[in-house]
């Protein structure tokens, strides 16, 4: 049983992997650095670099539909009701268990401790979240922002999911490489003047656009994987040299003036992050495959959920015991949200990923 659940999963793009974690800390700190700046250090020229956090949302998106399509889209290219049924519990095992879980702390936190968090809290809310519908704005409004704030991104990454085997369907015979950068194109062109005619000056999008951000982004994740297809096997002596540039350039741009064409900017330059990542072996990989940034790409789902109940019991609580320091204090913070992260992965998501997993195996994929 254990060899025919290996063959169903393909070999893991490390780099990729540890990339996550990076972008989830970038949102951590972000956040923290918004909500409890009293506490957090000051990070100097780096300042518009954490600004940009938001972003790490928009790197999830585009590395999701690239793993998804990595693992998934010769598979679901002749789709059937078996394949798709065995893929969505696979997607389902992957994300809801943490998500429900830590709803449950929050339920726990709030109706058993007393504990008084910031946010929004109704029945309403609560049971669009434990169907994590919550982030879906073209039927619900003003609820992407309920319970655990974060977890809008979980529900459009639903939202993604169950769209993905009619988007496979179809990008998946889309070999060319230059009509896969025409489509990504095209479609950041739509997304680009969306965000004009409604007055964005950024991409974070909250009660309005998130679906079409994060959609957008997927898709265009897929027709990366179209395009590392057409190119893995291809070793260029400049490979290198693009993959650094690709980083550099990135840090540079982070530090230009906030506008919407820089966020558009920075979502491409983060797409070729994980082309060359995935395709080329240099400094860049080599670190990014070390034993720490592995564990931290591998551990970041939890440091994403786990991050912002803890930000909002800090706020609460930290100054009750009458720290000052600001290195100390973000140095606590982001252990703490490490241990409980590693915790959480290794008896709640890992475990219960398993479990789908064995699940997944009584579907035999015809």
Not at 22 to 40: G, M, P, R, T
Request: proline share 2%.
């Amino acid at each position: 049983m254990q060899n025919k659940e290996k063959s169903l999963i393909k070999e893991e793009i490390v780099p990729l992997t540890s990339l996550r974690g990076i972008a989830a800390l970038w949102v951590v700190i972000l956040h923290f650095k918004l909500l409890a700046s009293e506490y957090c250090i000051d990070f100097g020229l780096f300042s518009k670099v954490i600004d940009k956090g938001y972003m790490g949302v928009d790197f999830f998106f585009i590395l999701s539909g690239f793993i998804i399509s990595y693992v998934y889209m010769d598979k679901l290219s002749q789709p059937s009701i078996k394949k798709i049924f065995k893929y969505l519990i696979f997607r389902l095992g992957r994300i809801y268990p943490l998500h429900f879980f830590i709803i449950l702390i929050y339920v726990f936190c709030i109706y058993g401790l007393k504990i008084k968090l910031a946010g929004l809290y109704t029945s309403h809310t609560l049971i669009l979240n434990l169907f994590n519908v919550h982030g879906w704005e073209f039927v619900f409004t003003d609820t992407s922002q309920s319970w655990n704030n974060p977890s809008w991104t979980i529900s459009t990454e639903w939202f993604s999911y169950l769209l993905f085997p009619l988007l496979a369907f179809f990008i998946y015979r889309i070999k060319s490489i230059y009509a896969n950068i025409f489509l990504i194109i095209f479609l950041s062109s739509i997304m680009f003047l969306y965000c004009k005619d409604n007055g964005f000056l950024n991409l974070n999008l909250f009660m309005k656009g998130i679906i079409a951000r994060t959609a957008w982004e997927f898709i265009c994740g897929m027709c990366l994987f179209n395009i590392y297809l057409a190119v893995k096997n291809q070793r260029h002596n400049y490979d290198h040299l693009f993959s650094t540039s690709c980083f550099i350039l990135l840090l540079i741009i982070l530090f230009f003036k906030n506008t919407l064409l820089k966020d558009f900017i920075c979502v491409f330059l983060l797409g070729l992050s994980i082309l060359f990542s995935s395709k080329s072996s240099n400094f860049i990989k080599t670190a990014l495959s070390s034993v720490l940034m592995k564990w931290l790409g591998i551990n970041s789902y939890s440091i994403y959920m786990i991050h912002f109940i803890c930000l909002l019991i800090f706020k609460l609580k930290f100054q009750d015991f009458g720290i000052h320091s600001r290195l100390f204090a973000t140095g606590i913070y982001i252990s703490i949200i490490l241990l409980l992260a590693h915790f959480l992965y290794t008896f709640v998501e890992k475990p219960c990923r398993d479990y789908f997993r064995n699940l997944v195996t009584l579907f035999k994929i015809s």
